[in-house]
């Protein structure tokens, strides 16, 4: 059912919603874009007249346990959401110390339309991250309506974010407008996509890219290699990586890629040029050599000047731009320029070349909003795994759900 022709007046809508935000140890929310982008659903359906029941999960609760094999309820409560929920929604936000039981049960009972309650972490259940029908079960007796906006969760297999959806038939069950412009985002590179498409693709180890690789090769006209993935190609190429973090296992793999982008016509673009330093430090000594020149007591920490100009010109002249992954270790500021450099030509070719450009997920984002630039591009992704996992052409168990 699309969003929009969802029955709402007078319901109990339950929503998932992506409350999955870093919290530091004061109890602080040190990136609220989740809890932002997820507002917009929330206030349609309260202007719509629905009762709210929100549910999330937070960090892993199951796989982190108390020393006495308890959850820990207190650091994985979703209880400091609650003011910046409110403020984003501009309404208040009740919440339940449970998340299925008698307590979150007669909180539902009592909720007015207009109102929005929060329920307590998925995953104090066991049965969540199983997808256990028991728990959807219950978890679908609390709402008339699902809809399901935790695109971020989307690639998981669980109660919350896909069992549940079998208890509600289509005509009750949608996405809310975050996992719609999430998911029109990615059909817009995947479908027709304007060309040139060039995808840029970087961060620690070519083994978690392998299928987005695989991928692009069908679709992209142009692959630009960078962060420590391309040590593992500049290896496959025969050249000399020093100390740099590579995955000799992955060589292969490497080789048959550059292969099969030869005879797909796909250009694969590896740096030129790598900023190397003495160790793995802010502070360390650094200079620029060679691609595939790198000596033994030197590691690769970003991509060089030189690699940053082609990468660039290839950039402005592309009119549908993927991003996945930094050029470099981009957290250390004295090895954050090639990513910064990139993020910049990203922007440039989206304001002056009408390019599209999508951020997909997790370090690219935070690179995006590092250089300052997060609004300068066309889209940027609120899912790491799942992204990848739906640009590699995979369908999401989130999704699948709600279509089915
Ligand atoms: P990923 O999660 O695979 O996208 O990888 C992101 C991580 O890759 C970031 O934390 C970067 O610091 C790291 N990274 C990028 N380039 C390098 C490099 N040259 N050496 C070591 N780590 C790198």
């Known amino acids: 059912m699309k969003f929009e022709e969802l029955d709402v007046k007078g319901k109990t809508a339950l929503v998932r919603v992506d409350f999955n935000v870093p919290i530091d140890e004061d109890g602080k929310i040190t990136d609220d874009t989740r809890i932002e982008k997820a507002a917009p659903t929330i206030q349609y359906l309260l202007e719509k007249g629905a009762a709210l029941v929100l549910m999330s999960h937070l960090g892993r609760p199951q796989q982190e346990k108390l020393p006495d094999g308890t959850v820990d309820k207190e650091q994985f409560s979703l209880r400091p959401v609650i003011t910046t929920l409110e403020d984003h929604i501009g309404c208040q936000v009740e919440f339940v110390e449970d998340t299925i039981g008698e307590e979150a049960k007669a909180a539902v009972k009592a909720l007015q339309p207009g109102h929005v309650l929060l329920l307590e972490n998925t995953r104090f259940y066991a049965g969540e991250e199983k997808g256990d029908e028991d728990l959807a079960k219950a ?21 919350s974010t896909a069992t549940v959806a079998k208890f509600f038939p289509s005509e009750k069950k949608s996405f809310g407008y975050l996992m719609g412009a999430e998911l029109a985002g990615a059909e817009k590179l995947l479908d ?3 060309r040139p498409v060039t995808a840029i693709v970087g961060g620690a180890k070519v083994s978690d890219k392998i299928q987005l690789l695989e991928k692009l090769l069908d679709f992209a006209d142009h692959i630009i290699i960078g962060g420590a993935m391309a040590y593992t190609f500049s290896l496959a190429q025969g050249g000399k990586v020093g100390n740099s973090l590579v995955e000799r296992d992955k060589v292969d793999t490497a080789k048959q890629l550059l292969e099969k982008a ?125 992204m990848l996992e739906l640009l590699e052409g995979k369908e999401l168990p989130g999704i699948a759900a709600i279509r089915s």
């Open 139 to 159: 978890m679908a007796a609390l709402g008339d309506v699902y809809v399901n906006d935790a695109f971020g969760a989307a690639h998981r297999e669980h109660a």
């Open 192 to 194: 027709n996509p304007a």
């Open 262 to 386: 030869k005879a797909k016509n796909t250009e694969i673009h590896l740096p030129v040029d790598t900023v190397v330093g003495k160790e793995f430090s802010n502070e360390t000594p650094s200079k620029v050599v060679a691609a595939g020149a790198i000596e033994d007591g030197w590691e690769g920490l970003d991509i060089g000047p030189d690699s940053v100009a082609r990468f660039s010109r290839i950039i402005a002249e592309s009119k549908s731009i993927l991003w996945n992954g930094p050029m470099g270790v981009f957290e250390m500021k004295n090895f954050a320029k090639g990513t910064n450099a990139i993020a910049a030509a990203v922007a440039k070719a989206t304001k002056e070349n009408g390019a599209y450009s999508l951020i997909g997920g997790g370090d690219s984002v935070s690179a995006v909003n590092q250089a300052g630039l997060a609004d300068q591009v066309s889209f940027v992704s609120t899912g790491g795994g799942a």
